[in-house]
């Protein structure tokens, strides 16, 4: 048996959470302020994400993405909200299957750092499968007078989950998004990884997020009546920026965004299928093509030195569509 290896402390309040579907992590200074200290307090990280989960769990309850629209933001907050945009057109009576999202086993890792924006990374069980996951949240916090927010969602094999490094008070370590030392700067994976779906090569390790889909993607641009182009863009700017933190053995595990878009032209005679979950968050008429524009989070272990990134895991919703 495989010993689980947890980003932070548990963290126990009166009652179980329920729930759930970046800033730069250098030293930013903002008014003037350049004291180093820990991100959140554990009772604030557990309000945080108390108050995230009841607010998302009230939203898909009604399929209404304005009852969590201040608890999200960045790339989750991105697929979440279109998720339920298109199912309240489908549903416009609520979810009649809601069955709220419950985490459990919960602990926070907190780090110490400069100014704003803050973060930390909640990581916990849920009442989902695939079973014995560890669901990553990253929460982010803009500034004094902002709330909260979760910014990234990733499920990770507890196998899987590096140890962090931690200060002597059990904080963990930030890596700056251009820091040097690693196999690739934080701020760089998002434009590798978007590279590496076009042309292949062996900055990332051969997986299921990688090699995989990058073959899958490759089999459908050459399907039968049915033209697909794709465009990859890296996501680094506001609250799509990526987090890292320093792992035990002095790489980082971070998370980082990707944009991607699926254009599909059929050839003539033919039509393009649209599925209902894209209806509502198309424009235009799909005559002859239609693009498809997705947000995908990515969660990674980033090696120090030189070596192949491993995608651990990866989450992606579409967002947009354009029929033309």
């Known amino acids: 048996m495989s010993r689980v290896r947890r980003l932070g402390r548990p963290v126990s309040y009166a009652a179980a959470v329920a729930v759930l579907s970046l800033a730069a992590s250098g030293c930013v200074t903002v008014h003037g302020e350049r004291e180093v200290v820990r991100t959140a307090t554990r009772p604030e990280a557990a309000r945080a994400l108390k108050d995230f989960l009841t607010a998302y769990n ?14 999200v933001t960045g790339p989750l907050g991105a697929i979440n909200q279109a998720g339920l945009k298109a199912r309240h057109a489908q549903n416009p009576d609520g979810n009649s299957h ?3 999202l419950e985490l459990t086993d919960v602990s926070y ?8 924006p803050r973060w930390f990374v909640a990581d916990a069980l849920a009442n989902r499968k695939p079973d014995d996951y560890r669901w990553l949240i990253v929460f982010t916090r803009a500034d004094a007078d902002a709330q909260w927010e979760a910014t990234y969602l990733n499920l990770v094999r ?19 998004v251009d820091r040097g030392g690693l196999a690739m700067a934080p701020r760089r994976l998002g434009s590798a990884y978007t590279d590496y779906l076009k042309s292949g ?34 996501r680094n700017e506001g609250s799509f920026a990526p987090v890292g933190l320093r792992t035990k053995d002095g790489g980082a ?13 059929a050839s003539k005679g033919l039509n393009v299928t649209v599925q209902p979950d894209v209806k509502p968050l198309m424009r235009g008429e799909a005559k002859q093509s239609i693009t498809l524009e997705r947000v995908s989070n990515q969660v990674a272990l980033d090696p120090e030195g030189t070596g192949e990134v491993s995608v651990l ?12």
Do not use: C
Not at 109 to 116: E, L, N
């Open 58 to 71: 009230k939203a898909d309850k009604a399929y209404d993405p304005a009852l969590n629209a201040s608890r």
């Open 98 to 100: 809601h069955v709220p």
């Open 109 to 116: 890792a907190i780090p110490k750092k400069a100014g704003w």
């Open 158 to 176: 507890p196998d899987r989950l590096p140890e962090l490094r931690k200060d002597g008070d059990g904080h963990v370590e930030p890596v700056a």
């Open 201 to 234: 090569g062996d900055a990332f390790a051969p997986g299921p997020h990688t090699s995989q889909w990058k073959a899958a993607r490759d089999r459908s641009g050459k399907r039968l009546g049915l033209a697909v182009q794709y465009i990859d863009q890296p």
């Open 253 to 265: 595990l971070v998370f980082f965004s990707t944009h991607h878009y699926e254009k599909q032209t």
């Open 313 to 324: 895991s990866r989450m992606q919703g579409l967002v947009g569509a354009k029929g033309e």
